[in-house]
């Protein structure tokens, strides 16, 4: 099975709302990190967590490595916020493979 | 501050045809570089890593090579190219060590007819 989870795949939100996207790993993450992939293709790096919270602008992630998950929460949702957000995690400390989930595709409508 | 270029930004070629892809990372030494594919609507598999100059592991068989001929220079081939090589190719880099951040360039878009 996929070693890294994402849910919703997909999610449409108006304009102004608020929702949480999640990850959760089989795996012994000790690090993860978000992505958002524009409709260029370009990846723009969210996040990079240890286990704990950080929080940018309308953004924030929380990391729990004990029960293995990664939320990732949007205040007040903006047009440019639409594209497909990955999370990724080593799949072991160490071992220079950073393993993707298979996104989250979000459209934010007026 | 670091830099990453590819090139080129995107390439349609022929069946059969050779292939080379590019990346430079600037403003950093050393760093740990990396291959990744993605699917048109997938998610991004990773191809190749590379922790040092003239070191490069492969970690999935699509047809494709992969040297590191400088420290700040990932190249990625093929002799042949295959319809199934279609997609987006990313490089990326991070700093020395095995959990550490990955940045990523803005990929070239390949298209094989």
């Known amino acids: 099975g996929d070693k890294v989870k994402q849910s919703p795949s997909a999610l449409s939100l108006q304009e102004g709302t608020n929702s949480a996207l999640r990850c959760n790993f089989s795996?012994?993450?000790?690090?993860v990190q978000w992505f958002l992939q524009n409709p260029r293709g370009s990846l723009i790096n969210l996040f990079y967590?240890?286990?704990g919270t950080k929080e940018n602008g309308r953004l924030k992630s929380t990391f729990n490595s004990k029960e293995s998950y990664s939320t990732l929460h949007i205040r007040d949702a903006q047009l440019e916020d639409s594209g497909t957000y990955f999370c990724?995690?080593?799949?072991?400390?160490?071992?220079?493979?950073?393993?993707f989930g298979k996104g989250t595709s979000l459209v934010v409508h007026p | 501050a670091q830099t990453i270029h590819q090139w080129p930004v995107a390439e349609i070629k022929a069946v059969g045809s050779p292939l080379s892809l590019g990346c430079t990372i600037k403003?950093?030494?050393?760093?740990?570089l990396y291959w990744y594919w993605q699917a048109t609507g997938g998610t991004l598999q990773q191809l190749f890593y590379?922790?040092?100059?003239?070191?490069v592991e492969s970690v999935v068989q699509l047809n494709l090579s992969a040297s590191r001929p400088k420290d700040d220079q990932f190249i990625l081939s093929t002799e042949k190219l295959l319809l199934s090589h279609s997609g987006f190719y990313l490089c990326?880099?991070?700093?020395?060590?095995?959990?550490?951040?990955?940045?990523f360039g803005k990929g070239t878009r390949l298209t094989v007819v």
């Open positions: 403003g950093k030494s050393s760093p740990n």
């Open positions: 795996i012994a993450a000790t690090t």
């Open positions: 990326a880099w991070s700093p020395q060590g095995g959990d550490t951040e990955v940045f």
């Open positions: 967590l240890v286990p």
């Open positions: 990724a995690a080593p799949t072991s400390g160490g071992n220079y493979k950073p393993t």
């Open positions: 590379s922790i040092t100059v003239g070191q």
